[in-house]
């Protein structure tokens, strides 16, 4: 997974958790991703994507996506809209941010790790 970022990105998962957005190292990123979720089964359906390119180098993808949590006990699901940077270096694309404002959570709260609800 830590191919697909730039060295930092900046991340605002402040609907979800009520942190403030921030901007962390991709290593970090994906350590965390996987402490909170690697216990968890996980299904992402995403659709609708919207591409536009401010310029050559750069890119905004907008995509709708449901998010399925399931643990031992607890299951949820999250409605929401990504946004995700995107850099190019090189020849390859990388995220360099993601966004993620909720529509609305179904379920056990606390399987979404870090959850303000």
Known sequence: M????????YTD??????APPQTVSAADYVK????SLDHLKLHHLVGNYEVNFPN????????????WRRGDAEESASHCVYTFQ??????????????QKILWNEGAASIRSGSKT
Do not use: H
């Open 2 to 9: 830590l191919s697909c970022f730039t060295d930092e990105l």
């Open 13 to 18: 998962y402040s609907d979800l958790r009520g």
């Open 32 to 35: 965390s991703r996987r402490e």
């Open 56 to 67: 050559p180098n750069a890119a905004r993808c907008r995509a709708s996506m449901i998010v």
């Open 86 to 99: 995107l850099t190019k270096q090189a020849d390859d694309w990388k995220i360099s941010g993601i966004t």
